[in-house]
């Protein structure tokens, strides 16, 4: 690692439906690497027809604050849920922030109500600017509404659009719902997460890019987080350094991690 402190704000165990290895894998390849802070950020797809968040909630719980007491003083484990689709399913949502001891929530939309996630559309069938539209009045609404720490993988959408589909999109379209959303995650004290997943996917860059990381701090941003979106323990950490260094190269001298709900910055070393 070429930064002294690193935190990865995301990852996914076995308790995510798409998740491989246990959270003790997960937290014994972070003490491996000499990651400081590690939140495990399972699934939570509250819209999903299956979902039993209470089931889930508290076998996750129970299985990261073990972890955490396994590995106390040479890991910081968070305990972390990735929040997806909350504005679809309010009440469920508030209903987890009341009752479950969670350190730390990413909020994300996978999909459009009452539509596959992104990863599985067939877009010629779509017109992607019209989903567009949608995917970021739905992101706007859901940081207004403000349930969550940090905003996860900004521009989720173009995994699938651009990189995978190479469907070309003229993002200034764009330009002003994602500054109302920046501006809303300013507003309301909430972090931006660079999500490094990108750099080993086909696009071949974070999401979202360092554009609107850098938008963001001129807009007044001051919480990053940053998370390699692992779903594999041998993937814990994976492409937090360039993460890092784009938040630096974007004049932010910390990087955030919750305990508590609380931001704690974290000097960039």
């Not at 972390?80 to 209903?95: A, N």
């Not at 807009?219 to 360039?242: C, F, K, L, P, W």
Request: proline share 1%.
């Amino acid at each position: 690692m070429e930064y002294k402190k690193i935190a990865d704000m995301h990852t996914h165990s076995i308790f995510s439906f798409d998740g491989n290895d246990s959270c003790d894998e997960l937290c014994s390849s972070a003490a491996e690497k000499g990651i400081e802070f590690l939140a495990i950020t399972d699934h939570c797809d509250i819209d999903g027809a299956d979902m039993d968040e209470e089931k889930l909630c508290s076998s996750q719980l129970q299985a990261v604050t073990e972890a955490r007491d396994k590995y106390a003083g040479k890991l910081s484990v968070l305990r972390g849920l990735e929040i997806g689709q909350g504005i679809y399913r309010r009440e469920r949502t508030e209903k987890i922030l009341d009752n479950y001891d969670y350190d730390f929530i990413l909020g994300s939309l996978h999909n459009l109500e009452n539509m596959e996630d992104f990863c599985f559309l067939n877009y010629s069938e779509y017109d992607v600017y019209d989903l567009l539209t949608h995917y970021f009045d739905g992101l706007l609404e859901l940081c207004e509404w403000g349930a969550f720490d940090s905003l996860a993988h900004l521009t989720y959408p173009l995994r699938y659009i651009v990189a995978t589909e190479h469907i070309d999109v003229d993002m200034s379209k764009f330009s002003d719902v994602i500054d109302s959303i920046l501006e809303s995650l300013v507003k309301n004290k909430k972090a931006l997460e660079i999500n490094t997943s990108g750099l080993f996917m086909e696009m071949q860059d974070t999401l979202p890019n360092i554009s609107y990381v850098k938008r963001f701090r001129e807009m007044g941003g001051e919480y990053i987080t940053v998370g390699s979106d692992s779903h594999y323990a041998n993937r814990v950490g994976q492409g937090i350094d360039s993460g890092i260094k784009i938040a630096y190269d974007c004049g932010f001298r910390s990087i955030t991690v919750y305990k508590n709900h609380q931001p704690v910055l974290v000097n960039i070393e």
